[in-house]
Structure formats: structure tokens, C-alpha cells
């Protein structure tokens, strides 16, 4: 694996101006072992030419005139050859291997990066249907497109060598092989740009219906909730449909592009082996040369072959690049302006609802609709542009990457990677500067900050334990709090939490609310839900009303002066078990 791309180096800048300079560029990045599969892969197939030419001597020198040792020293030549193919045949589908496994890791790697680049851009632009997609299909099809580099060149090369070696037997002959196999691909053509038409039709429906997927899975509980599962179900089953129909057009123009290339190359041998024939019935050639014409013809089928199905895999590549291309082509939403920051402590204060962050309070932040005060986070974390001012200094003209450092949204519904806990929460990100020890004391701290110790304690295998992606193994109360511990280890100097409690039962929340208030205290932290065991831990309450602050102050004072906001706040305030 040393000879192709380690995940931890970088891929490289991509040529992300059309498929095909994608398809190229890949090339390019591995060049050396590039040429070393065209190399090989010549090599081999023109060995597969050499055999015809022994055995027609074998027969002309050898068999015809009785000369034994002629014949010996022949058929010695063919057994050598043939383990010299074989060997050369390994040595061309490893290299080829390598290269496509580093094609894929490649593409894999420079899409991890544009979407760690995009940030909160990216699920805006691009859904999780096509993300799944690309690293299902799409990865899979342009790495196979780098079959050209190898058995493509050697194609080319063995057919242009036997026509020369045609030309030694018969001027005909070799005229038929330079003027067939063009007409083969001329056949070939109109089909392949069929399949390029249909397969983009095809890819296109997928990403789509993977993306209803999961949506669908996403929100099942509220489909559930509201019956409108039968309702999506339908109209997924419809969409399947439509993709199922597609599919079967990709694979009627398959088929047709199979059955050719296995059928055009028995017609053109068949064709050539009977001009031979006659021309050896007529003296015109030795048998010796019928054998060898035969044997050449056979052995083209081979880069006929690999030209026919080659060229079907590029129209595949070239597709799948086409989706690479588009998300590489996406820019950040955010434009990164690079200024200062405050210097220590500030304030955060949005004109827009009227709510002020005050540096080292905690403030809980109640909204009549959730979407108002999701849009108060999204502007407060500069997730999207606004006139937010951080300490006097406007938010959008702060470096981003201080602006990511600094303030910290822990959104509810954040995303979990698998891997072990201890990696899951976050504590290898600065593993260079804590020891294993020093990591396992903060975990342990944050864990019990967010009342987890059940959570770990119920695990085989600890903080060393596998989560699945998205911690699928684990109850909704359970990946609430892990994503509070990881929250909670970056020790951001502005927390942003959303709904950090809504999944777990009262008497959890309740140590949720004491030990994060106590382990917070001095910082600034904004809490936006309606729990009261989380308000009434807060310096200051904020309500947001049609995405305006209406009323500020201590939770019990909201309580009896705006009975709005008393309705709100004990409406659906139920225990929710894990």
C-alpha cells in the first residue's frame, strides 16, 4: 500500500475544468506509475503476439522439414514466452490495481476536503443522497477509468504491431486488421455515447432517490407522528420505479455494447481467417503463416476487447467526474475576510432579534417558533452573513477560522462519526500536546459534566468501545449527551447549545443543567430551549417572539410577568426516557 495515496498526505490541487482533465489530472498525480501499467501492459500484450509467430515457424522449420532439434528449440521458445506472459500479466494487473485504488482514495480525499472547506455550505449545495452517491458509484467508476492508462495504451500499441507483422505475410491481410478495427469502433461509438447520456440520466435519479431516503429515515418519527408515512412511501415507491425503468435502458445499451464487443471481434476473425485460408489454398502463403494469421487474429480479440470495454468504463469515468466536478466547483458561502478578533471576553450582540450575548453570563434563549432561534445561532456562529458584532467589531470581518476557534455551536442534532468513543467525543484533536492520561481525565470530567457515566459504564469496552456513524448503536438521550461531552472538551470561550437537553428524562437534566452551569460559569454560553430546569440556571432569559426579543430577565421573573411565555415554556415539559 506504500505505493499508493496514504490518507494522511495531501491529493493534490485538482483540475476541476471538465471531467475528462479530472480523469487526466489523476493521471498526472501518479504519473511514474502510470507509464510503469502502460509500460507493462504493452509488454504483455504484445507477447501475446509472439506466440502465432513460434508456432508458425515451429511448423515451417520444424515440423514440415522433420528437423527435430528446430522444433525443440521452438517449442521451448513458446513455453518460455508463455511464462514471460504470465508474468508479465501479474505484473500489469497489480500496478493497474494500485492505480485504481489511488484514484479512489484520491477522489475520496479531495471531496473530504472541498466539503471541510465548504462547512456549513456544503449540505446547503449538495444533499446527503448525491455524498452517498459519489462515495458509492461514482468513486468505483472513475477509479475503473483509469483502465485506459494501461490495457488501453497496449491495446493501441498490439494492434498497430500485428498489422505491421501482417504486412510480412500479406499487404491484404494487414489492410483488412487496419481498416476493421476502426470499423468496429465506428460501430461501437454510437452506442457509447448512448450509454453516456442514459448513465447521466441514471446517476442523476439515484442521488435523488438516496437523498428522499434520507430524508425520509431522518424524519421518520415526525412522518409517524403526523401519518404521513404511507403518503412518502408512495412517492418513494414511485421514484424507485422511474430509477428501476432507467436501469433497465443503462442496461439495454450495456448489453448491446457487451454482445458487440464479443461478437465484432468472432466476425472480424472469422472474416480474416478465411482470407487467409483461401490464399494459403492457393499457394499464396505457407501453412506455417496460415497458423500465425489465425494466432494474430486471436490475440487481437484480446485489445479489441479492452479498446471496447475500455472505452465503455471512460464514458462511465466521465460521467462520475462530472458529479466530482460540480462539488469541487462549489465555493464557500461565507466570504473570509481575515480580520482581527476581540482580544479577550466580548460581547456578542444581533441586531436583527436584539439579543446581547454578555461575555462570561450564561443566557437561555426562548422562542415561540424554533426556527427563529435557530436563525439567531446560525447568525451568532456565522453560519450565514449578518450584522452581528463581536465585542464592536463586525462578526463577518473577523477571520473565520478564529470565529470557529472561539464561538462554538453544539447543535442538536450534530453529526457523530463512528470510530472508538474517546475518538467519537473529539479528545485525539490535540493528542500532540496531552498525553493518553491527560485525555482520559478530560473525557472523564466532560462525561460527568453531562451526566454520562451510564453511558459509558453500560459500553464493553469503555472509552475504547466502536460507535457506529451517527452512533446508531446508542439511544437518542445517549447521543444527546455525547454530543454535549464533545461540546463540552472543545472548551470554547462561546458555547452556543441547542436543545442540549430535549432527548434525555428530568432528573438527568436536572444534573445536566447544575454541572454544566457550575462548569461554565465566568464563560459566555447562550442555552436556546424551553426547559425550565435549564432557565432557572441561567443569568438571563431572553424571549424571542416572530424572531424579536420582547422580554428579558431571570426565568421566574418571565414567569410571572408574560403569561405567554409561562404557556410556552410548561407546554409538552414531559420526562423523555433514553
Excluded at 440520466?201 to 404521513?228: F, H, K, P
Excluded at 427563529?372 to 473565520?400: E, I, K, M
Excluded at 472508538?420 to 470530567?445: K, M, N, P
Excluded at 457550575?518 to 430546569?533: D, E, I, K, M
Aim: aromatic share 6%; proline share 4%.
Amino acid at each position: 500500500m506504500s505505493r499508493i495515496l496514504s490518507l494522511t498526505q495531501q491529493p493534490g490541487t485538482p483540475d476541476s475544468r471538465g471531467p475528462g482533465r479530472y480523469l487526466w489530472w489523476l493521471v498526472t498525480s501518479q504519473l511514474r506509475w502510470a507509464v510503469l501499467g502502460a509500460a507493462f501492459s504493452i509488454l504483455w500484450m504484445f507477447s501475446l503476439t509472439l506466440p502465432p509467430y513460434f508456432i508458425a515457424n515451429a511448423i515451417d522449420r520444424g515440423l514440415r522439414p522433420k528437423n527435430l532439434t528446430a522444433l525443440g528449440w521452438w517449442a521451448a521458445a513458446i513455453i518460455g514466452i508463455g511464462i514471460t506472459s504470465a508474468l508479465l500479466g501479474l505484473c500489469r494487473h497489480r500496478i493497474m490495481t494500485f492505480i485504481r485504488i489511488d484514484a479512489s482514495y484520491r477522489t475520496v480525499a479531495v471531496v473530504i476536503r472541498q466539503a471541510v472547506r465548504l462547512g456549513a455550505t456544503f449540505p446547503q449545495r449538495v444533499s446527503a443522497g448525491e455524498v452517498v452517491s459519489i462515495g458509492a458509484a461514482d468513486v468505483t467508476a472513475i477509479s475503473e477509468a483509469q483502465t485506459m492508462v494501461g490495457p488501453g495504451a497496449g491495446a493501441v500499441v498490439t494492434y498497430l504491431a500485428i498489422a505491421v507483422v501482417l504486412f510480412s505475410v500479406s499487404a491484404l491481410l494487414a489492410g483488412v486488421v487496419l481498416l476493421g478495427v476502426p470499423l468496429i469502433m465506428v460501430i461501437v461509438g454510437p452506442l457509447l455515447s448512448r450509454l453516456r447520456r442514459t448513465q447521466a440520466e441514471y446517476r442523476q435519479q439515484q442521488g435523488a432517490l438516496t437523498a428522499r431516503a434520507g430524508d425520509i429515515v431522518s424524519g421518520l418519527r415526525v412522518l409517524c407522528g403526523i401519518g404521513g408515512k404511507p403518503l412518502f412511501a408512495e412517492r418513494y415507491r414511485q421514484s424507485s420505479e422511474q430509477l428501476r425503468a432507467e436501469g433497465y435502458r443503462v442496461g439495454a445499451v450495456m448489453s448491446w455494447i457487451e454482445a458487440l464487443a464479443v461478437g465484432l471481434p468472432g466476425i472480424f476473425l472469422a472474416t480474416v481467417t478465411w482470407l487467409a485460408a483461401r490464399m494459403a489454398a492457393e499457394g499464396q502463403i505457407t501453412v506455417g503463416q496460415l497458423v500465425s494469421v489465425y494466432g494474430y487474429v486471436a490475440v487481437l480479440i484480446v485489445p479489441v476487447g479492452f479498446l471496447i470495454e475500455g472505452a465503455g468504463q471512460l464514458g462511465k469515468g466521465l460521467v462520475a467526474a462530472r458529479r466530482v466536478v460540480r462539488v469541487l466547483e462549489l465555493t464557500p458561502g461565507l466570504a473570509d475576510a481575515g480580520g482581527p478578533a476581540p482580544v479577550g471576553p466580548a460581547d456578542l450582540h444581533d441586531p436583527t432579534s436584539g439579543l446581547l450575548l454578555a461575555a462570561g453570563r450564561t443566557t437561555a434563549l426562548v422562542a415561540r417558533r424554533s426556527a427563529d432561534a435557530v436563525a439567531v445561532v446560525d447568525r451568532l456562529g456565522r453560519y450565514v452573513d449578518s450584522s452581528v458584532s463581536w465585542g464592536g467589531l463586525p462578526l463577518n470581518t473577523v477571520a473565520l477560522a478564529e470565529v470557529r476557534r472561539r464561538i462554538l455551536v453544539a447543535d442538536n442534532d450534530a453529526y457523530l462519526f463512528g470510530g472508538a468513543l474517546r475518538e467519537v467525543v473529539g479528545a485525539e484533536s490535540d493528542r500532540s500536546e496531552r498525553s493518553e492520561g491527560q485525555d482520559d481525565a478530560a473525557i472523564a470530567t466532560a462525561v460527568r459534566l453531562a451526566a454520562a457515566q451510564d453511558v459509558v459504564a453500560g459500553l464493553p469496552a469503555g472509552l475504547d468501545a466502536r460507535i457506529e456513524a451517527r452512533a446508531a448503536n446508542l439511544s437518542g438521550g445517549q447521543r444527546q449527551r455525547l454530543r454535549l461531552i464533545r461540546a463540552l472538551l472543545a472548551d470554547p470561550e462561546v458555547l452556543l447549545l441547542v436543545e442540549p437537553t430535549s432527548a434525555v428524562d428530568a432528573h438527568t437534566e436536572a444534573l445536566i443543567a447544575e454541572r454544566v452551569g457550575a462548569a461554565r460559569a465566568g464563560r459566555t454560553t447562550l442555552l436556546v430551549g424551553t426547559s425550565p430546569l435549564l432557565l432557572d440556571r441561567a443569568d438571563e432569559v431572553a424571549y424571542l417572539v416572530d424572531g424579536r426579543v420582547v422580554a428579558t430577565g431571570p426565568h421566574s421573573a418571565l414567569l410571572t410577568e408574560r403569561a405567554d411565555y409561562r404557556a410556552l415554556v410548561f407546554r409538552g415539559n414531559e420526562d423523555t426516557d433514553d
